[in-house]
């Protein structure tokens, strides 16, 4: 994954603002080292398929800019009428021409309202589905892209996928609006010229291949900046998105004043990189107009010595006019390149997320389980997270029977919660094999698999939204039963507090379960796990936050599920570990079943 930017957060060793650590990624990534069309290319060919999904509107928007376009190229005609009745008025036909001109103002205005409203659509729906498809790509991609030192970062992707995904609906529009529309201006414009003096045209031409030299050589320089202000405030996002939800932690170590600093020293950076760029921007256009009124004045020079007497006063007007709207397409092709070569990184960053690859495959024939009775076999397994790291488990054998329940011991780090993460195959072993009833898991559909393996992590998730949500989350998206919810709640011992909650089972808990207690978090949680109803639950740590009459409910729970689950318990308290019929340590990769009398001596238990 090195392609991804690494926002690094070292320890802090000083509260002072002044010497805060630099913490955004000091190189830029490049992964790409294409010449800059061949890198446009491959950007406008990344986002074809999404473009051309919306083929409707695109079409409608541009024959709206065919009407648009027709109604201009008329009324540059209309203009130069105009002007001959200077000293020789027609009141009849003035009055006429005027309301053609204003007809034709007026389809124009309609016309281009129409095509920007239906190219926003393409726009919007292309990226749109950009968005869906990176999102549940990135969803359904291992675990291994998340953890460990080399994990994106979830703020990195949300900026990605909300914030950048914007920029490349800008760019998506630019195209669209340029690639029709402008080309059909510039040509109604340039015939139009033609039409009236070749030899002006001609000279007004230069002004194409310089305004071109200039727009590329910018949009270079464009692409560059962009880039650096997409990172900057790509690292702002995650440095948020990582001590937001850490502000208790945040405010109990006295670190505001630190945070305050690390704040400002993210959004400095990313002050000076769009500063930066929009100062580029804004220089772009000043440019073109220099050479656009250099060319005019080449123009009024040339009709003086080249035109005398072939050109009247009419065809000064309609060629000036006409001068004037080829500009503006011009203008518009640059800005679309400019345009692109801005959203080029965005469009790199978010198609980046496309790219992860799930290790953990569905075989083609993976069967589904559509019972089992809970027998689970670790044969040989062996597991590690990295080429060059340590093994957490080593060959490891262990025979758990139906219904029954067992639990594990063992120091911080030992891979009790590693365990637990292979039986429901976020990982997959380096060698050796999981069983449930005699099936591989590997020859298992991930669905059924997960189904039947419930897990009660240390780490409790739980989303805004109400109680009953939270425990039926299994059926969030479909049909959540009430009653099944209910008993879940009470088989967890979370019966009575929900119902002492203002709402009940429709009181919203807060962002995380924020407005819960620890322990009141785990019983959700275990409820939740009951709900999903599945024949094997894994609790790890589950009862590590309670109180002593929280953690006697939950034992009470843990007792009544192990009459019809096969249960396996990561705990510390004796209390726990003695539920089980069979005690096992796990650390140094081995795993060593403990006798009870060790265990009441208290030899394995902190
Ligand atoms: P336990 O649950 O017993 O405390 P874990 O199974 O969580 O232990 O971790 C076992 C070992 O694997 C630890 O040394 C830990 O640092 C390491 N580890 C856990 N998750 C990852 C990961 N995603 N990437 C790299 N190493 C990890
Ligand atoms: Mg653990």
């Given at each position: ?142 675990l291994?892209?998340?953890e460990g ?100 932690f945040?405010?109990a ?119 089992v009775t809970g027998e689970v076999k670790f044969c040989d397994v062996s597991f590690k997270y990295g080429?060059?790291k340590p093994y957490v488990l080593n060959g490891l054998n262990l025979h758990i029977k139906a219904g029954e329940t067992v639990a594990f011991i063992g120091p911080s780090g030992g891979g009790k919660t590693t365990l637990a993460k292979l039986l429901l195959r976020l990982y997959?072993p380096l060698s050796g094999c999981i069983l449930i009833d005699n099936?591989?898991i ?10 039947h393996v419930g897990l009660v992590s240390q780490d409790i998730t ?26 879940a709640a009470r088989t967890a011992n979370a019966d009575e507090f ?18 819960l207690s620890g322990g009141q978090k785990q019983r959700l949680a275990i409820a939740r796990a009951l709900?999903q109803?599945s024949s094997i639950l894994i609790l790890d740590e589950a009862t590590s936050a309670l109180d002593s009459r929280s953690e006697l409910l939950v034992r009470e729970a843990v007792q009544r599920l192990m009459e019809n689950h096969t249960v396996l318990v990561i705990a510390h308290r004796l209390e726990t570990i003695l539920m089980a019929k069979r005690v096992f340590l796990l650390g140094d990769g081995k795993l060593e079943e403990v006798t009870r009398s060790s265990l009441l001596a208290g030899q394995h238990v902190s």
């Open positions: 994954l090195s392609f991804l930017p690494k926002p690094k957060l070292p320890l802090l060793k000083s509260h002072n603002s002044t010497n805060v650590p630099s913490l955004l990624p000091t190189t830029l990534p490049n992964p790409t080292n294409r010449h800059p069309f061949s890198q446009t290319l491959h950007s406008i060919t990344s986002l074809k398929p999404y473009i051309l999904s919306h083929r409707r509107p695109i079409l409608l928007g541009w024959l709206c800019s065919l009407v648009s376009v027709y109604s201009l190229a008329k009324t540059v005609t209309k203009m130069g009428k105009f002007s001959a009745f200077i000293g020789n008025l027609d009141p009849a036909a003035f009055r006429n021409e005027g309301l053609a001109v204003g007809v034709l103002v007026l389809a124009r205005l309609v016309a281009v309202y129409w095509q920007q409203a239906f190219l926003w659509d393409a726009a919007l729906s292309a990226v749109y589905r950009v968005r869906a498809e990176v999102f549940e790509k990135f969803l359904g991609s291992d291994g892209f998340f030192s080399g994990g994106v970062s979830s703020g990195d992707v949300a900026y990605r996928i909300t914030a950048e995904a914007a920029d490349v609906a800008d760019t998506v529009y630019a195209l669209l609006n340029t690639i029709v529309p402008s080309a059909l201006q510039l040509l109604a414009m340039a015939a139009q010229m033609l039409s009236i003096s070749p030899l002006l045209s001609l000279i007004s031409a230069l002004v194409i291949p310089c305004m071109a030299l200039v727009i590329v050589r910018l949009g270079v320089k464009l692409r560059k900046i962009s880039n650096k202000a997409q990172l900057t405030i790509a690292a702002l996002s995650a440095y948020l998105n990582e001590v937001l939800p850490a502000i208790l945040v405010k170590n006295n670190a505001e004043l630190c945070e305050n600093a690390r704040f400002r020293k993210f959004a400095h950076a990313d002050l000076s990189a769009h500063l930066e760029k929009k100062k580029l921007k804004a220089l772009i256009p000043q440019i073109t107009q220099i050479i656009y009124f250099g060319v005019l004045f080449l123009l009024c020079a040339g009709s003086l010595v080249f035109s005398r007497g072939t050109f009247d006063s009419c065809d000064m007007v309609s060629f000036v006019t006409a001068l004037v709207f080829l500009v503006e397409p011009i203008q518009g092709v640059g800005k679309a390149y400019n345009e692109l070569k801005q959203g080029e990184p965005a469009i790199e960053r978010l198609f980046e997320l496309t790219r992860f690859k799930s290790m953990i495959k569905e075989k083609p024939d993976a069967v589904d389980l559509d019972r080429d060059n997959d099936h591989s590997q020859d298992v559909k991930l669905t059924s698999l997960r189904r739980l989303f805004s939204g109400t109680v009953a949500e939270n425990i039926g989350y299994r059926d969030l998206m479909t049909n959540i039963d009430m009653k099944m919810v209910e008993d929900i119902r002492n909650l203002p709402e009940g089972y429709k009181t919203n808990i807060g962002p995380r379960g924020s407005s709900y109803n």
